[in-house]
């Protein structure tokens, strides 16, 4: 009988990353995120949430010894159960051409895991008589997500991806979510700008400005800390706790930034560079680069 997989964490140490153009994109990174968490990632725009995310999912080279995924290097380790959904699965061709919804969820496994196959239908309200090339961005969004999540994962990574979900397929969404974290070994790590809805639903929460961390940790925790600060006056204007929090970490990041053009930053387009000089841009799998 083989021994149960390692549980699904996820930890950086010192993470540090540089574009191909030698600008830094991330810069001493230090989490540790445990099984059957559901952190959310936060940031301005050009924060470095696409970068880490991407670098969690194995996508991209980090210096050795700087992440761990399931107890693994997710570049040199191909790792079972570990899904990636951003830009270029949004962007695939094929889910806007005249193809229906049952060839794209049979294509992905949906014969092989039927519950999931028919529950994410009916969660994301689904028509599997639909073609993708005659739908809404809306739908044809639903559709990619049940595609992306008929395979049991174990580590799921989220980046902007729900943008185009109305909002009650996106709450139903996030239930689903709440629920596979809640049933099972698996942890979730979602970058949105988009809080409605999710009040009570991350238990950590990770807060990202110019490539940095400049907090995280249990979410419960820190939407106390800052409550207390403010004197019980949190969520006077009519936003949720969590919105409140995340406005005036977002206010004070700006005015601590100030213009963007002063910091030597790269875009973070270039983590979805192939090649380069900077950004461990060589990256066969299993190669023996080393970064510094």
């Known amino acids: 009988m083989p021994p149960p997989p390692p549980p699904p964490t996820i930890s950086t140490t010192s993470l540090t990353y540089t574009f191909q153009d030698t600008t830094t994109g991330l810069a001493d990174i230090t989490l540790s995120l445990p099984s059957r968490s559901r952190t959310l990632l936060i940031g301005a725009n050009g924060a470095g949430k696409t970068t880490l995310l991407r670098l969690l999912a194995g996508k991209r080279l980090a210096p ?11 570049f040199k380790t191909a790792l079972e159960g570990v899904t990636y959904l951003g830009l270029e699965w949004v962007l695939n061709a094929i889910v806007r051409t005249d193809i229906g919804v049952d060839e794209l969820l049979r294509s992905v496994g949906g014969d092989a895991f039927p519950e999931r196959r028919d529950e994410l239908v009916a969660v994301l309200d689904i028509d599997t008589a639909w073609r993708m090339h005659a739908v809404s961005d809306g739908e044809r969004r639903r559709v990619q997500l049940a595609m992306g999540l008929i395979r049991p994962w174990r580590v799921l990574l989220l980046d902007e991806i729900t943008v185009d979900l109305d909002v009650w397929s996106r709450a139903q969404f996030l239930g689903f979510l709440r629920r596979e974290t809640e049933g099972r070994e698996c942890t979730v790590v979602y970058a949105t700008h988009i809080l ?28 106390r800390e800052v409550e207390e600060r403010e004197g019980g006056e949190l969520g006077a204007s009519g936003n949720s706790k969590l919105g409140e929090l995340v406005l005036g970490w ?22 979805y560079a192939v090649t380069g000089l900077g950004g461990y841009g ?11």
């Open 250 to 271: 977002l206010r004070d990041d700006l005015s601590e930034r100030g213009p963007r053009s002063q910091h030597k930053r790269g875009p973070e387009g270039w983590t």
């Open 282 to 292: 060589f990256e066969p799998k299993g190669g023996k680069e080393t970064a510094e």
């Open 64 to 74: 050795a010894g700087s992440i761990s995924v399931s107890g693994s290097d997710p």
């Open 196 to 223: 409605d809805n999710l009040a009570g639903w991350p238990t950590h929460l990770v807060h990202m400005h110019l490539g940095r961390v400049k907090g995280w940790g249990v979410a419960e925790e820190m939407l």
